[in-house]
Each structure stands twice: as structure tokens, then as C-alpha cells.
């Protein structure tokens, strides 16, 4: 009876596992950040940035803070597609390749027009 209970709660800890670990694996020491603007200058706040890897089902999300600067960290390797959107302006899509699991890039600058 005992090693029946063992063997459920066993099962039951690796179902709530293999889920975490496999959102994890796109994760690295990556690293990409910049700013957003309106078609103004001026700095947008709260713009929503979200980061997917190619080939890959996770996504890392950010906000832009009061001068419109953003950061996305744990970036694995490749190719990643970035989106930047907030209500009242034509979301902006962008790609950047990580070539390396440390890899850093120069600041990017995206400016949101107002939809008309």
C-alpha cells in the first residue's frame, strides 16, 4: 500500500516538473535592451516588449519604464523575434540573433507611430 502512495505522489512531482524544466530550456545569460519612442521623440511608458526565440514555445515580456527604456534578460542563443505594442499605436516587429549564450548587442531604438 505504502509504495502504491510513493509511486502517485512520484508521478504527480514529475508531472509539475517536466513542465517547468521544458519552459526553461529557450532561458540563457542573454541580453538585449533599448528604448521606445513616439513619432515625436517623446519616451512611451508601459509599452508591452515581448522577446520569442525562434523554434521555441517560451516568451519573455517586459514593459518599458517612465523613459520609455527597456531590458529583456535570459536570452538563450539564436534567433529572437521581438514585438513592441501598446494601445494606440501600430505595434513594431523586430528579429535579433544572440550568437553566443553571453552575447550582448547594441541598444535598440524603436519608435511607435499612433494608429490612424
Do not use: C
Not at 501598446?86 to 494608429?115: D, S
Amino acid at each position: 500500500m505504502r509504495s502504491g502512495v510513493r509511486y502517485a505522489a512520484m508521478v504527480a512531482l514529475m508531472m509539475m516538473i517536466v513542465p517547468m524544466v521544458s519552459s526553461a530550456q529557450f532561458r540563457g545569460l542573454g541580453r538585449v535592451t533599448g528604448t521606445v519612442a513616439d513619432d515625436t521623440g517623446s519616451p512611451l511608458k508601459d509599452v508591452t516588449v515581448r522577446a520569442t526565440l525562434t523554434g521555441e514555445e517560451g516568451v519573455i515580456e517586459e514593459r518599458t519604464d517612465d523613459k520609455g527604456a527597456w531590458a529583456v534578460n535570459g536570452m538563450a542563443k539564436g534567433e529572437w523575434h521581438l514585438t513592441f505594442q501598446t494601445p494606440g499605436y501600430v505595434p513594431v516587429a523586430a528579429k535579433v540573433t544572440l550568437a553566443a549564450e553571453l552575447a550582448r548587442v547594441a541598444p535598440i531604438g524603436v519608435v511607435l507611430k499612433k494608429v490612424k
